[in-house]
């Protein structure tokens, strides 16, 4: 089982930008895809980006390419989402995630661990 603990997160004006960051533990982080998604009130969780175990496939949102940046280090166990240019539609809770299969995945229902999320809030 792994366990997955976000922080980062905050209030911040649009424009501005927050680095999350997901540590891992509990099984060997080097053998995880780890992802982000996120959840506005009253809405589906949605995909925001994903990193292979290697780091050498990544796949971002429509909604954040340009704009977000996900980054792994495995010395660290930590996967991070590096935020910029942010938009009041980016407020949401952010949740890191991982599983081990193959490809990554996009969706929510192909990843197995989640943490507890981080509120990410932009201001108008």
């Known amino acids: 089982q792994v366990q997955l603990v976000e922080s980062g997160g905050g209030l911040v004006q649009a424009g501005g930008s927050l680095r999350l960051s997901c540590a891992a533990s509990?099984?060997?982080?080097?053998?995880?895809?780890m992802g982000w998604f996120r959840q506005a009130p009253g809405k589906e969780r949605e995909f925001v980006a994903v990193?292979?175990?290697?780091?050498?496939?990544?796949y971002y949102a429509d909604s954040v390419k340009g704009r977000f940046t996900i980054s792994r280090s495995n010395a660290k166990n930590t996967v991070y989402l590096q935020m910029n240019s942010l938009k009041p539609e980016d407020t949401a809770v952010y949740y890191c995630a991982s599983n081990s299969g193959w490809p990554p995945g996009q969706s929510a229902a192909s990843f197995d661990s989640w943490g507890q999320g981080t509120q990410v809030t932009v201001s108008s």
């Open positions: 509990g099984r060997t982080f080097g053998s995880l895809n």
């Open positions: 990193i292979s175990r290697t780091g050498g496939t990544i």
